[in-house]
């Protein structure tokens, strides 16, 4: 659940989830149709199997749960029980593997976790943190921070994360035109086969993003303002993030204001 939508698993249909907006003022109405429209618009200009980082894939949008219900034969016994509020059908986005939370919990997990079994959970790549903090007891066992030390400490391509960021990011600045504000890289499940021990790497929440009308600032306002996924100047996997970046930007003929938003201070 976030303060703006909460996603859920349409029982039987377990590939999918539908997210619900929780207020169903106009405004939060059209943020949430906004953002499915966005979503097909980033797959089909920024999508695809050469994308280190994948997106998921929107499936249609409904003005109420019952128009959903009806279009997909859901009988009032099987009832899901959500409010009538406007949603959207979007790809469910896997936890990651049992092995992999198996080594995340009994690497990065205080005390009381080692004699539970691995939590289901998502990983978010915070390139941007070079450590992390350490002996904290209270942990987000379902949006996990994995620091630059811990991704490497998990045998994980820092690197090629870092590019794909980079690759990522820039197909959402140049081929879409939007700001990235608020986007998240995580580490999760394999869409195909969730019980892979192969590490799947997926780009996700797009209902924060506008468009930045050619201004690096915009573009830099977004990347500050968002945690701590991106490399920094002084973090080893900045050159990786920085030539994918620009590499990305030349092949939609940007490069001009994608050298201006790497040279602005962040």
Same mark, same amino acid.
């Given at each position: 659940?976030?303060?703006? +939508?909460?996603?859920?698993?349409?029982? !039987?249909?377990?590939?999918?989830? #539908?997210?619900?907006?929780?207020?169903?003022?106009?405004?939060?109405?059209?943020?949430?149709?906004?953002?499915?429209?966005?979503?097909?618009?980033?797959?089909?200009?920024?999508?695809?199997?050469?994308?280190?980082?994948?997106?998921?894939?929107?499936? !249609?949008? $409904?003005?109420?749960?019952?128009?959903?219900? @009806?279009?997909?034969?859901? @009988?009032?016994?099987?009832?899901?029980?959500?409010?009538?509020? +406007?949603?959207?059908?979007?790809?469910?986005?896997?936890?990651?593997?049992?092995?992999?939370?198996?080594?995340?919990?009994?690497?990065?997990?205080?005390?009381? &976790?080692?004699?539970?079994?691995?939590?289901?959970?998502?990983?978010?790549? $915070? #390139?941007?943190?070079?450590?992390?903090?350490?002996?904290?007891?209270?942990?987000?066992?379902?949006?996990?921070?994995?620091?630059?030390d811990r991704i490497e400490r998990l045998g994980l391509p820092a690197d090629k994360i870092a590019a794909g960021m980079g690759q990522m990011l820039a197909s959402i600045n140049f081929k879409a035109g939007r700001d990235g504000r608020d986007i998240e890289f995580v580490l999760c499940g394999h869409?195909?086969?969730?019980?892979?021990?192969?590490? &799947?790497?997926?780009? #996700?929440?797009?209902?924060?993003?506008?468009?930045?009308? !050619?201004?690096?600032?915009?573009?830099?306002?977004?990347?500050?303002?968002?945690?701590? $996924?991106?490399?920094?100047?002084?973090?080893?996997?900045?050159?990786?993030?920085?030539?994918?970046?620009?590499?990305?930007?030349?092949?939609?003929?940007?490069?001009?204001?994608?050298?201006?938003?790497?040279?602005?201070? &962040?």
């Amino acid at each position: 659940m976030g303060s703006f +939508a909460t996603v859920f698993v349409s029982e !039987g249909r377990g590939g999918v989830v #539908l997210k619900q907006i929780q207020d169903p003022c106009k405004d939060a109405v059209a943020m949430l149709m906004k953002e499915h429209d966005d979503l097909l618009t980033l797959n089909s200009v920024c999508g695809g199997s050469s994308q280190f980082f994948q997106l998921p894939r929107a499936h !249609g949008s $409904y003005t109420d749960y019952y128009s959903f219900a @009806q279009e997909v034969g859901i @009988q009032r016994t099987e009832d899901m029980g959500l409010p009538p509020h +406007a949603l959207y059908v979007m790809q469910r986005i896997w936890p990651v593997s049992h092995w992999l939370a198996t080594r995340i919990r009994d690497l990065f997990l205080p005390q009381p &976790f080692s004699d539970q079994p691995p939590p289901h959970l998502l990983a978010r790549l $915070y #390139l941007g943190n070079g450590t992390s903090r350490q002996g904290s007891r209270f942990v987000n066992t379902e949006n996990f921070p994995l620091s630059a030390d811990r991704i490497e400490r998990l045998g994980l391509p820092a690197d090629k994360i870092a590019a794909g960021m980079g690759q990522m990011l820039a197909s959402i600045n140049f081929k879409a035109g939007r700001d990235g504000r608020d986007i998240e890289f995580v580490l999760c499940g394999h869409p195909e086969n969730p019980l892979s021990k192969v590490p &799947f790497y997926e780009c #996700l929440d797009f209902n924060q993003m506008r468009p930045h009308g !050619g201004s690096a600032i915009v573009i830099v306002s977004s990347m500050v303002s968002n945690d701590p $996924y991106y490399p920094r100047l002084w973090s080893p996997q900045w050159q990786a993030f920085a030539d994918a970046y620009l590499a990305t930007a030349a092949k939609a003929n940007e490069s001009p204001l994608a050298q201006d938003v790497l040279q602005k201070d &962040f």
